[in-house]
């Protein structure tokens, strides 16, 4: 029986009183009919767009993706691959006339298939032992680039002896010797480096093309005269303790000789060549060991290697960056104020927005998200979304307005009524301006007084924006107004704006959260005696923060929170950032100074009523900080309670049926101190 699942509020329906939930509102089960448009993938002549249709499959409680396609004006929307396997990563051939792709269909594991777009039969490409990624034709269409990992059989210190025939022994040790062992998600890291293989398009052997133990991932690109691949790594003698260090190198597809490109303390990635091959475009920025650094987006010249900073002057982080459609101008992505923006950029710097509505790929939080694809004529396709729907499929091209092309959810949600968002701005400590957005009950009536959820987002070098969110809108739906913001630290803003927290998060931050609350509070229809406050990950730590500041709440929850800074830093899967960059010194060398930024530093001020939860197998935020809290708040007998999720890592909203148990017991929680 399993151990420390401490309390089970609710599942499967909401908790509002004792009252039936309004079917015209958005309702938990609701979850499992949404769909969301992402990986957008738009044909070379620029006629048809190959997306991943993601829905949520009730019976094996898992998202599943298919492919689809719809051409540029929004007709013969269709699915391309669909039933009860997922289908990921489609990728055109150069010529239009093949579509590569990723599934694990035939009880097989992730394998690389193609498929002919004018018969629609398909091929099984691959027999691999792990999953392939960074999928990239060649320019004559002739091969397929992809990373994956290749296995090693790790560290061995003793041979064991022989055991006699038919005895059944312990599972042999497991030697670690990485300071990278296990990741959130991955589990404990299987032994191996992450290389380049060459795969020729009509099936055969996979050749490894990269060698060495290091690791080569992320997005690639052919030269156009297909003899070398020019991709990011880590290839330095410390990679293991400078991870950000990473390069370009080019490698030679027959020899596999590699040559490196870029050599500065700092990350380089993300290339792709010009059309006319003389000039590789990519991402990175100079490591100064700050918590928050804008990703800039250069060039290099082929012939001599001169590279040029092309967003210099630019306070925003790129995302993204491809050529759009010739050789003098690229189309990149970023944030700004909350929301994506698809923009050109010219060799001289100048920046234009051209689409502001990108995202909705995320749907359990309001985060920033969403990417687009490049025609060989520069025309784009992009996933689209609003505050009231998650990703759609748009297109357009330079110099006309972009077309919404699909409406995965009007089914659902053109039926209900939903929490209506608002922008507000307010000014906190500092004279800082902060930015948020006010999610209001359906049917809202502002003569009345309503509870409030200050919900607060991770990172904590992330941002909230007018999008579609499963958890603002369910607590909205149970009567609630919600406030979520994008407090300093927050990204989208610069990078001065950001790094408001550098080496002292959490801080002011708490001050622009609490600024906030008194903002909404000032327009009346807020009751000031039913405030509560939640948020996860970065927002788990604000969470924990707040209510060792103040009596101001009637109740919180703490999501996936650090709750200690020495534990976090020595157990999670980032103990390579946490000294260094959000922290000057390691952690015995300044003990004062992580445990003064420790939530559990400030146990012995809570007074208010504190639920925990956090997915048993996060390593993140490993389930022993939750577990330090809980014990502390039981110890000084705190009302409170330890939801663990059972087979989740940090990403505890990842399958459906646990989204809606996230929300379900933060909501019964709240309710036993809400007024009626």
Known sequence: MRSLILILLTFGSMAIAADEPNKNHFLNTDVFQLEMAADPQISPDGSRIAYARRSNDIMTDRTRSNIWIVDAQGGQHRPLMSGTDSYTSPRWSPDGTRLA???????????????????????????????????????????????????????????????????????????????????????????????????????????QVTSGDFNHTGQMTWSPDGENIVLSANRNDDWEYKTRNTGLWSVNVASGEMRQLTDRDGPDSSPVYSPDGSKIAYLGYDDKLMGYHNNNAYVMDVSDGSIEELTTEFDRSVNAVQWAGS???????????????????????????????????????????????????????????????????????????????????????????????EEITWTSVGGLEVQGWIVRPPDFDPEKQYPLILEIHGGPFAAYGPAFSVETQLYAAAGYVVLYTNPRGSTSYGDAFANEIHHNYPGQDYDDLIAGVDAVIARGYVDEEQLFVTG?????????????????????????????????????????????????????????????????????????????????????????????????????????????????????????????????????????????
């Open 101 to 207: 792709y990723v599934s694990s269909a035939e009880g097989r594991g992730p394998e690389l298939y193609v498929r002919w777009m004018q018969s629609g039969q398909t091929a099984l490409l691959s027999n691999l032992p792990t999953s392939p990624s960074s999928i990239t034709w060649s320019p004559d269409g002739t091969q397929i680039a992809f990373s994956a990992l290749v296995k090693s059989e790790g560290t061995k210190l003793a041979k064991a002896p022989a055991k006699p025939e038919g005895a059944e022994w312990a599972p042999p040790v497991i030697v670690i010797d990485k300071i990278y062992y296990r990741g959130d998600g991955r589990g404990y890291i299987e032994p191996g480096y992450s290389h380049v293989f060459v795969i020729p398009a009509d099936g055969g052997t996979p050749r």
């Open 327 to 421: 050789s003098s101008r690229l189309y990149i992505s970023y944030d700004d104020r909350g929301v994506r923006h698809i923009a050109t950029l010219s060799m001289a710097g100048r920046i234009d927005s051209i689409a502001d509505d990108v995202g909705g790929t995320g749907v359990s939080r309001p985060y920033t998200g969403g990417g687009f694809s490049v025609a060989n004529n520069g025309a784009y396709a992009y996933s689209a979304g609003t505050p009231y729907r998650p990703a759609d499929i748009a297109a357009g091209r330079r110099g006309d307005s972009a077309n919404k092309l699909t409406n995965l959810n009007d089914d659902l949600l053109a039926h209900k009524t939903l929490g209506e968002v």
């Open 536 to 676: 996860g990950s970065g927002g788990g730590v604000l969470s924990a923060w707040i209510v060792g500041k103040t009596d101001k709440f009637a109740a919180a929850v703490v999501a996936k929170p650090v709750i200690n800074w020495t534990s976090e830093a020595l157990y999670s899967d980032i103990s390579r950032t946490v000294p260094g960059y959000w922290f000057e010194k390691l952690p015995w060398e300044d003990p004062e100074e992580y445990w003064r930024r420790s939530p559990l530093s400030l146990v012995g001020n809570v007074n208010t009523p504190t639920m925990l939860i956090t997915g048993e197998n996060d390593y993140r935020t490993p389930m022993p900080e939750s577990e330090q809290y809980y014990q502390a708040l039981k110890l000084r007998k705190i009302d409170s309670a330890l939801v663990r999720v059972p087979e989740s890592s940090h990403g505890i909203a990842s399958r459906p049926s646990n989204q809606i148990a996230k929300v379900d017991n933060i909501l019964a929680w709240f309710e036993k101190y809400r007024k009626e």
